[in-house]
């Protein structure tokens, strides 16, 4: 046997092309680690469009992800988010009556001056002249009142958030206006799949460079070192996305082993063990890593996606703003209506310029509520109170739903990466046929 093989190498080798044979195997695993290299960075970027029109007809190509921004994180919101909770939740696990506390002391430090501010637009000089103990009584009566005012309207707020926001509209609206925000959150959840395709893309280029080298040497034709090419950089890609997401449910293969992979993965990456049977799981790459992706989507998703800033930048400026201004307004009235603030404020300004008034005070109390729910750290005191939650229910997700958490990233013109690694493919093969062959 070992004759015979001796035979077959010295044969081979005795071929005046047997390097550029050889060489079919490094070339093809090489061409197609950089051509995975290439599709995948095309999935995400440029972030914009580059390129240029020939009138209506643009030339160019900007990334899949940040191209269909919104339609992707829709379908994600629709699959997954949508599964998490609801807003009513999340903004129940933030914690009103916290939030209605720190939004009053910021309020309160700003409510005289709210007062002054809108009382001299409407009528400085009546406002300057008003004897100061009945401004005094007016500032009190407010301070006494808006703490509990506060937390009734936080509440209802929070009772009412479904029907103020559109929670898909939310986030389709955040990622079209933020689309690296979109990018930043699936290179996120999904860096080590992504990594994976790319380095395991080198692995099938080389099982298939042995395969062609074989059909080489049987069928010495210069034509199957392209066509080949151009069918492995195909397969390669479609063989590597699938991978990552399939099979979608875990299968348990049983098999003897004499090895285990040594902690955090690190050279020698293997060490011995005694010979036992072990358990391995066949499940796609992405699938496995769910109770791992929990903790850095949930991550995201608190502290970028559904925040408290979102939330009631939504409900005060989204398309319902009308329905929460009737809500404020029906709040802030229980101070106005007051008898003490009522009839000083028509007897000094009018009651035309009162209802006036009433408006422009509820506009400024928007503003002065928006301030410490735009401040980053109060921001990342509720997005703590929600990771938990987050968390545990991704963890809960069946493996079809918790897949659609990074799979609509390549579904979205996936036929488009798999057809690019057939082009390059060809491509590669013509330049490796003129350089080694001809």
Not at 17 to 32: E, N
Request: proline share 5%; glycine share 6%; aromatic share 12%.
């Amino acid at each position: 046997m070992l004759e015979y093989v001796s035979d077959l190498w010295h044969a081979f080798t005795a071929r005046p092309d047997h390097l550029a044979i050889l060489s079919i195997i490094p070339v093809t695993a090489f061409v197609t680690w950089a051509h995975v290299w290439m599709a995948l960075k095309m999935v995400f970027y440029p972030i914009k469009f580059w390129g240029f029109h020939i009138g209506p007809l643009p030339v160019g190509w900007q990334g899949i992800v940040p191209r269909k921004a919104g339609r992707i994180s829709g379908i994600i919101t629709d699959n997954t988010l949508s599964k998490l909770g609801s807003l009513k939740e999340f903004l129940e696990a933030m914690d009103p009556e916290d939030m209605a506390r720190i939004i009053g002391e910021q309020v309160g430090f700003e409510l005289e001056h709210l007062i002054d501010e809108v009382m001299i637009d409407r009528n400085a000089t009546l406002w300057e002249n008003l004897p100061y103990s009945i401004k005094r009584r007016i500032y009190g009566q407010a301070h006494k009142q808006m703490p509990g005012i506060l937390k009734d309207l936080v509440t209802e707020l929070t009772m009412s958030v479904e029907s103020l926001v559109d929670m898909k509209e939310m986030i389709v609206r955040q990622m079209e206006g933020d689309r690296r925000l979109m990018v930043y959150m699936f290179l996120k959840v999904g860096q080590k799949e992504i990594n994976f395709i790319w380095h395991i893309s080198a692995a099938i280029g080389a099982f298939f460079g042995i395969f062609q080298m074989f059909v080489y040497v049987f069928v010495p034709q210069h034509w199957t070192v392209p066509f080949f090419a151009a069918i492995w950089g195909f397969l390669t890609n479609w063989i590597a996305i699938w991978m990552v997401f399939n099979p979608v449910e875990p299968h348990y293969v049983r098999y003897p082993q004499f090895f285990e992979l040594t902690k955090n993965r690190k050279f020698p990456w293997i060490k011995p063990v005694i010979p036992r049977i072990g358990t391995y799981n066949v499940q796609g790459a992405f699938m496995k890593r769910q109770e791992e992706v929990s903790d850095v989507f949930a991550s995201v998703v608190t502290e970028d996606l559904i925040t408290l800033k979102s939330i009631m930048s939504e409900m005060m400026y989204g398309p319902k703003k009308d329905k929460t201004r009737r809500i404020i307004k029906r709040h802030v009235n229980v101070i106005m209506e007051s008898p003490l603030i009522r009839t000083a404020l028509q007897l000094s300004i009018g009651p035309s310029e009162y209802a006036k008034l009433k408006t422009d005070l509820i506009d400024r109390s928007i503003e002065i509520t928006m301030v410490p729910v735009c401040d980053p750290a109060f921001n990342a005191s509720r997005a703590k109170k929600i990771f938990q939650m987050f968390k545990e229910r991704i963890r809960e997700l069946t493996p079809t739903e918790f897949q659609n958490l990074l799979r609509p990233a390549f579904r979205e013109d996936e036929w488009i990466l798999i057809v690019l690694g057939g082009v390059t493919g060809f491509f590669a093969g013509l330049i490796h046929l003129f350089v080694a062959f001809i």
